[in-house]
């Protein structure tokens, strides 16, 4: 899925996002912004599209979002505006160079964005870079099933990518190759199992020699 694509495809979703797909996933979102909000800290919130996690976090948080749409972005800062969230800052940003310093963030999270941006690996790998050493990556999201009739259905909405602006058979082991993440938790969530909550840990940095 190529960058022009992507933001074409979010251009047309967003004036109907909150009440379509934004619908499908609140079960996963609201999950994992109640995790979110045991942890504290900073949280940076990639892929942050219309706002819809950003009232559910606690105010606890230093929270920033970041999302290359500017149709999708001017629609959280709406949000951000009208109810008041003095702890969110929104800003565009593309996530394969996140324009934050090393080990910044106590967690990253990106909600069902990793299946929709251009080079996936890439973003992950940043999300990692961001995170502090024993910090946490959030990640919600669809992945491919290997049977059954949501595979299927997958593999036949696959050549549908660029206008829908999403992955449908996007592989969960494109985000598990990031050197210094290991699985802390993994959990599916309807609608039919069909979304992932998954907890990517990083790894401590080394003591260092004297």
Partial sequence: ???????????????????????????????????INGRGGRLLEVGVGTGLALP??????S????????????KAQARVDGLGLGHVELNRMDARALDYPDNHFD???????????????????????????????VIVNHFARDKGA???????AAPLENMLGWHSDFPMER???VPGLSIAAEEQFPPLGMMTFLVLRKEMAPPRLS
């Fill in 107 to 137: 967690t990253v999270a990106a909600m069902h964005i990793v299946s929709v941006v251009p080079e996936p690996e890439k973003v992950v790998a940043e999300m990692a870079r961001v995170c502090k050493p024993g910090g946490e990556v």
């Fill in 175 to 177: 985000v598990l190759g």
């Fill in 150 to 156: 949501l595979a299927m259905l997958e593999r036949l």
């Fill in 56 to 61: 559910y976090y606690s105010p606890r948080l």
């Fill in 1 to 35: 899925m190529n960058p022009q694509a992507v933001e074409s495809a979010y251009a047309r979703w967003a004036p109907i996002y909150d009440r379509t797909f934004g619908k499908i996933t609140s079960v996963g979102r609201r999950r994992a912004s109640d995790y």
């Fill in 63 to 74: 929270v920033t979002g970041v999302d290359y749409s500017a149709e999708m972005l001017a």
